[in-house]
């Protein structure tokens, strides 16, 4: 915990893929690893 705000790894979320999809307050959210290895999250 940074803060006191929780961390999670982002290879615990994507479980050895590239993306997954957040839902939130019912909208769908992709969080992906770019070719750079870095995230990206869209709606």
């Given at each position: 915990?940074?803060?006191g705000v929780?961390?999670?790894d982002?290879?615990t979320?994507?479980?050895g893929?590239?993306?997954?999809v ?13 070719r ?8």
């Amino acid at each position: 915990m940074e803060g006191g705000v929780p961390a999670i790894d982002s290879r615990t979320l994507l479980k050895g893929g590239k993306e997954l999809v957040i839902r939130h307050a019912g909208e769908n959210y992709r969080l992906r690893v770019t070719r750079q290895n870095r995230l990206i999250l869209n709606k």
